[in-house]
């Protein structure tokens, strides 16, 4: 009987040391790897993301920062990744200081000319996601963004 104890007690300690051993901690709080997408274009002609494929690992903390160099504004909406994916935070800024951080759900970001935000997150979901694209509307072809080439695929391994 003592003996069963005492072996139960040496199974419950294995555990909680093996379970503490492979905790991996805060993962939010880890040193951010910096990823740039740009958001390109001209009005009339063509608008696209560059690149147009991003790959992400899960359990690492990116600071995914969206570059709009147009004259244009746009969206970037993947709906597949923002389920895949835990935010940390947005961070906006103006003239190389920090003027807001966002906390919560984020489902998609609009960035305007000539401006630049950052998308902090950790990814949480493996997959290949295609669907991300602009739906802003060209003031001249009439078409959206999507249609003139506004289209990216997000890898999450
Ligand atoms: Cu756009």
């Given at each position: 009987?003592?003996?069963?104890?005492?072996?139960?007690?040496?199974?419950?300690?294995?555990?909680?040391?093996?379970?503490?051993?492979?905790?991996?901690?805060?993962l939010?709080?880890?040193?951010?790897?910096?990823?740039?997408?740009?958001?390109?274009?001209?009005?009339?002609?063509?608008?696209?993301?560059?690149?147009?494929?991003?790959?992400?690992?899960?359990?690492?903390?990116?600071?995914?920062?969206?570059?709009?160099?147009?004259?244009?504004?746009?969206?970037?909406?993947?709906?597949?990744?923002?389920?895949?994916?835990f935010?940390?935070?947005?961070?906006?800024?103006?003239?190389?200081?920090?003027?807001?951080?966002?906390?919560?759900?984020?489902?998609?970001?609009?960035?305007?000319?000539?401006?630049?935000?950052?998308?902090?997150?950790v990814?949480?979901?493996?997959?290949?996601?295609?669907?991300?694209?602009?739906?802003?509307?060209?003031?001249?072809?009439?078409?959206?963004?999507?249609?003139?080439?506004?289209?990216?695929?997000?890898?999450?391994?």
């Amino acid at each position: 009987m003592y003996k069963a104890t005492l072996l139960g007690l040496s199974a419950i300690f294995l555990l909680f040391t093996f379970h503490n051993s492979f905790a991996k901690g805060d993962l939010s709080r880890q040193k951010a790897i910096e990823v740039e997408i740009n958001l390109k274009g001209k009005t009339g002609k063509v608008h696209f993301y560059e690149p147009s494929t991003l790959k992400f690992e899960t359990g690492k903390l990116y600071k995914l920062k969206l570059i709009n160099l147009s004259d244009s504004k746009h969206y970037f909406t993947s709906e597949k990744f923002s389920n895949s994916i835990f935010t940390r935070k947005i961070q906006i800024n103006k003239n190389n200081e920090k003027i807001a951080e966002v906390k919560g759900i984020i489902k998609e970001i609009e960035v305007f000319p000539n401006n630049i935000v950052e998308w902090w997150f950790v990814p949480i979901k493996t997959g290949e996601f295609k669907d991300l694209f602009c739906k802003i509307e060209d003031k001249k072809t009439r078409q959206t963004h999507k249609q003139m080439g506004m289209r990216g695929t997000i890898i999450i391994e």
